[in-house]
């Protein structure tokens, strides 16, 4: 059972609406990471967090989508105004500043219609 | 541009076999490699990984065989199990606590 903690697991939007997804990281893990899994099954960066402070984002997330990773609350990732593509699956994962391994969150299905 | 790229999206191999999975990647900075592993409907999770200053990693059955010259690397799966049946994923990375840049994934079958 993962221990990093996603919610909700499936959302359902209309486009144009916000969506908002949360992520719980593992206890003691500093830096948080968000991935899209698009249908074709592409693994794609988002944004990834080493406390409240952004390490790496691309530019899609800096337009349309927001995140963040306040002290002692779930971290949260919003897209803003949801268009058909983003329906994808969001995949939260946690690691120690002094390793690789991510540890991945079921994820949070999206849906926009 | 994906910056890791795997070749044979769907392998099927007879229990007991020898499995060789690969990935090709363009970041010469990479310094660090691993493939996960994803079971239908669960996340994936670590299988193996090695990094940059060694060319191979053993781990029971799994070993990781890294070819920076040739900017590639690969997961050999020796006596195949029905439970090795499952998405490989390849990914690569830099330094520590930095993203990972995944491959599209490799569905392996194993039959019994």
């Known amino acids: 059972n993962s221990k990093v903690i996603q919610t909700p697991r499936y959302l359902v939007k209309g486009q144009g609406q916000k969506a908002k997804m949360r992520c719980i990281p593992e206890?003691?893990?500093?830096?948080v990471f968000w991935y899209q899994q698009n249908k074709n099954n592409e693994f794609k960066f988002l944004i990834n967090f080493q406390n409240q402070e952004v390490l790496q984002q691309i530019d899609m997330t800096e337009k349309r989508f927001s995140a963040e990773c306040p002290s002692n609350s779930p971290c949260s990732l919003e897209i803003q105004s949801s268009e058909a593509g983003d329906s994808a699956l969001y995949l939260c994962?946690?690691?120690?500043?002094?390793?690789?391994?991510?540890?991945f969150g079921e994820g949070s299905r999206l849906i926009v219609v | 541009g994906q910056q890791v790229k795997q070749s044979s999206p769907s392998l099927t191999v007879q229990e007991g076999g020898i499995l060789i999975l690969n990935c090709d990647y363009e970041?010469?900075?990479?310094?660090?490699f691993a493939w996960y592993k994803k079971y239908p409907d669960n996340s994936p999770t670590l299988l193996i990984s090695?990094?940059?200053?060694?060319d191979k990693r053993e781990d029971g059955r799994f070993t990781v065989f890294l070819n920076k010259s040739g900017k590639h690397f690969s997961l050999h799966i020796t006596a195949s199990q029905p439970e090795d049946t499952a998405v490989y994923l390849c990914a690569a990375g830099v330094g520590t606590g930095s993203k990972l840049s995944f491959g599209k994934g490799a569905k392996l079958t194993v039959s019994p």
């Open positions: 970041n010469d900075m990479f310094d660090y």
């Open positions: 206890k003691g893990h500093p830096v």
């Open positions: 994962a946690s690691s120690l500043s002094t390793g690789n391994t991510l540890y």
């Open positions: 090695v990094r940059s200053n060694v």
